[in-house]
């Protein structure tokens, strides 16, 4: 079924759910390396040991020099420093950064998801494949800003949206106004954001988001596509 559907069956509003998580770019960057090169996790600190506990010599096969050059897409060394944790379109300096093939945004990604759905557009994937060279550390409240464009090209607006993120760190409240601003400029509504701790339950790889959204028909917009046959996605 496509976005538009049949004269008089277009409801007014529609509601979609997003959700996005990314784990932290040094967790990911020690599995990779551990996968890769065989070491093992510390059992006193949960993260992986060193590879001289592993024995492996500078000529072996899987020296840490080679595994590093070959492991692709690991936030490791220069990529990993340069990284910044960004949420909502803002940036946390000196926070664990998170993995990720964009800037891996999680809040932006979850609202993007969320309004996609309600809107019968498909999801961030489809729109923004990580396989593509063209998305590599793109700006998702860039992102947004064209999935708002999408929306209203095909007849629908944001009337609003609400996302939840869960992290211990960093702290969401005193960044909610900048991050809610930054958000509701692009998605062309007003999207509001909090913050919930993990309470002990885990979750300490990464950050986790989740969203709704409502849209609204511009049903003016949606009688043109259907009249042109514009309405398949």
Same mark, same amino acid.
Do not use: I, K
């Given at each position: 079924?496509?976005?538009? /559907?049949?004269?008089?069956?277009? &409801?007014?509003? =529609?509601?979609?759910?997003g959700y996005d998580a990314h784990p932290f770019a040094d967790d990911r960057a020690d599995c990779e390396m551990s996968a890769a090169c065989g070491c093992v996790a510390d059992p006193n600190t949960d993260r992986h040991a060193s590879h001289a506990t592993t024995d492996v010599s500078d000529d072996d096969?899987?020296?840490l020099g080679q595994c590093e050059g070959d492991i692709a897409n690991? !936030?490791?060394?220069?990529?990993?420093?340069?990284?910044?944790?960004?949420? /909502?379109?803002?940036?946390?300096?000196?926070?664990? &950064?998170? !993995?990720?093939?964009?800037d891996a945004d999680v809040v932006a990604h979850a609202v993007i998801d969320a309004m996609l759905g309600a809107a019968g557009l498909g999801d961030i994937g489809t729109h923004f494949p990580d396989s593509a060279e063209r998305w590599r550390d793109a700006d998702s409240i860039e992102m947004l800003q064209q999935v708002a464009a999408h929306l209203g090209a095909h /007849?629908? =607006?944001?009337?609003?949206?609400?996302c939840t993120v869960i992290c211990d760190r960093p702290k969401i409240?005193?960044?909610?106004?900048?991050?809610?601003?930054?958000?509701?400029?692009? !998605?062309?509504?007003?999207?509001?954001v909090c913050g919930k701790r993990t309470e002990g339950l885990g979750n300490s790889e990464g950050i986790v988001a989740h969203a709704v959204a409502l849209v609204l028909a511009d049903r003016e917009q949606l009688s043109k596509l259907q009249r042109s046959g514009g309405g398949e996605q």
């Open positions: 079924m496509n976005a538009v /559907g049949q004269a008089g069956e277009w &409801p007014e509003m =529609r509601v979609g759910y096969e899987c020296a690991s !936030a490791t060394g220069a990529e990993r420093s340069e990284r910044t944790l960004v949420l /909502g379109g803002v940036r946390f300096a000196g926070e664990r &950064p998170l !993995a990720g093939h964009s /007849g629908w =607006r944001l009337a609003n949206a609400d409240a005193p960044y909610r106004e900048s991050m809610q601003r930054r958000l509701s400029d692009a !998605a062309g509504g007003p999207v509001t």
